[in-house]
Each structure stands twice: as C-alpha cells, then as structure tokens.
C-alpha cells in the first residue's frame, strides 16, 4: 500500500489481531496437553484420590524442559513407573484425553485464518477501490484538459 | 446453557445502537472522506464496531474463564465421610451428601483447568465471530 487509508489502517490492525490469537491458541494447544499428561501422572501417584495437578505439572514441565531438579525428575520417573507408561506412552495418552479441547483449539486456529483471508480479501477491495477512483481523477482530468483546448483550438 | 449464558454477559445476542456513538460518527466520517457513500460509510463503520464488541467479548471469556473450584477438585470425599457423619444423623443422609460431593467433583475435574475452560468459552463465540466478520467483509466489498 502506498499510502494507506484510515480503513486499511484498521483492517491491518485485525490483521494483526489475528496473528496474535494465533499465537495464543497454539500456545494454548500445547498447554492443554501438558495439563492433560499431568492429569494422568497425578492419577498414577499414590494419593490418587487427591487431585493436584500444580505440583506434577510443574515437574513435569522442567522434565521436558531438561531443567528439572534430580528429585522432580526422579518423582516423574516413578510416576511413569507407577503408571506403566513411557513417555511416548503418556504424550500420546494425553493427545487421546485432550482431542476435543485441542480440536476446540484448531477450530479457533482455523477461525482465525479465515477471518485473515476475508481481511486480506478486504484490504485489497479498498486498495483497488482507491486505485480507480484515482484512476478516474486522472481521467477526468485528462479529459477536462481535452476539452479546454478544444475551446481554445475553437476561440 | 453455557454458550448463551457467555454471549448474553457479554451482550452479543442484542442487537446495539452504534448510530449514536461518536466513535461511529466520527469512523463514518472519515470512510465518507474516503470516497466511500454516506451508505457504504455507515454500514463499514457499523460492521466495524460489531466485530470490535465480538472480539472484546472474545477476549474478555479468554482472559477470564469460570474460575477452577479446587476445594471442591482436590478435597477426598472418602476423608471427608467423619465431618458428614457428624454433621447428619442418618446414614441414608450421610450417603447422599457423599454422592452430592462426588458428583460436584467429577463435575468440576470434567471441566480441567484455566486453559480447557477458556477453550470451550470462545469455542461457543465462533458462530459470533464467523457473523461479524461475513458482515464486515460484504459491508466493505459492497459493489
């Protein structure tokens, strides 16, 4: 855009918008399956009538991270032992229990993208609607140019 | 239900009066300038303000989702049998209350996190969405 117009400056900001709701919700994709693996290791404790996702789940963060203390890395271990899962076994258990929330999650992911392709279909109206009426100045112009010196030619 | 409890906080299955806002006057005036007709100016503008209030509504259940009840989550209705018996006399009543907890708590696991939450409340705002954007977009490809 050359120089854009109050609307292409809002649509852009939607634009913008999108991207960031994008980025949200793919985060949000992730987080719904660590809570969910975290979900399924708590069960696996002892205590399982006890449900305390916090402590696992930060645990298991620093696991996957590679930054978990020895112990937190041993207790996720036993954890995984207790529920005679690996942690392949457990990522793909968590995908199982979480696939309608992060199906939720595409859906809003997708959402998102059309509203970027009707934005994008937007934004190229108003450029094109800009562009002709310019063109149509140009015209005119010329035109009305034409015309005056026809008069002249003729006075 | 849960999805129109959402859009009735939020005000989206009303129908606003844009028409007497500044912000629409003053967004009209600046389409008009742009060469668009008093009646395309008005309808941008209008479906302008619309998506704004459905993705302020987005926002708003985004950031904040039914709140996770953890008494109710984390409590052991087994440990908490002595206080139910103490509290009831019957045992029938004793059970009952149990099974109420339980049921609470199963409900309030089912429901997972923050993050699950939030996803199930804007899930419920797409159609809000998909509406206003199909608005926005025939407003401003109107031939």
Redesign the interface.
């Known amino acids: 855009m050359e120089k854009p117009s109050p609307l292409n400056v809002a649509l852009v900001t939607q634009l913008n918008e999108c991207l960031w709701w994008i980025e949200r919700h793919t985060v949000d994709k992730e987080l719904l399956l660590h809570e969910s693996m975290a979900k399924i290791l708590c069960r696996a404790d002892t205590y399982r009538d006890v449900y305390d996702n916090h402590l696992v789940s930060a645990a298991l963060e620093g696991f996957f991270a590679g930054n978990a203390s020895k112990k937190e890395k041993q207790w996720v271990n036993d954890l995984l032992k207790e529920a005679k899962l690996t942690v392949s076994d457990l990522r793909a258990r968590g995908f199982k229990d979480a696939a309608k929330h992060i199906k939720m999650a595409d859906d809003l992911i997708h959402r998102q993208y059309q509203t970027m392709r009707h934005l994008q279909k937007s934004i190229d109206a108003v450029d094109f609607k800009s562009r002709l009426i310019k063109r149509m100045d140009l015209e005119l112009a010329t035109l009305e140019n034409n015309a005056l010196a026809i008069d002249a030619k003729s006075s | 239900m849960a999805s129109s409890r959402n859009s009735r906080k939020h005000g989206l299955t009303v129908q606003v009066d844009f028409e007497s806002s500044d912000v629409y006057a003053s967004l009209k005036l600046?389409?008009s300038e742009?060469?668009f007709s008093p009646f395309m100016a008005a309808d941008?503008a209008t479906s302008?303000l619309n998506?704004r209030r459905v993705?302020d509504a987005y926002y708003d259940t985004?950031t904040s989702p039914e709140p996770v009840d953890e008494l109710m989550?984390?409590m052991?209705?087994?440990?908490s049998m002595p206080i139910f018996r103490e509290m009831l006399s019957e045992p029938d009543d004793v059970r009952d209350m149990a099974a109420f907890f339980a049921n609470m708590q199963r409900k309030e696991?089912r429901n997972?996190?923050p993050?699950?939450r939030?996803?199930?409340d804007?899930?419920k705002l797409?159609r809000y969405?998909?509406h206003a954007?199909?608005r926005?977009?025939e407003a401003?490809?109107h031939p």
């Not at chain 2, 052991?76 to 440990?79: I, P, Y």
Request: net charge positive; glycine share 8%; with cysteine.
């Open positions: 600046l389409f742009e060469g941008i302008l998506y993705m985004y989550r984390d052991s209705v087994k440990d696991q997972g996190g993050v699950f939030r996803t199930v804007c899930h797409i969405q998909r954007i199909s926005r977009s401003i490809r």
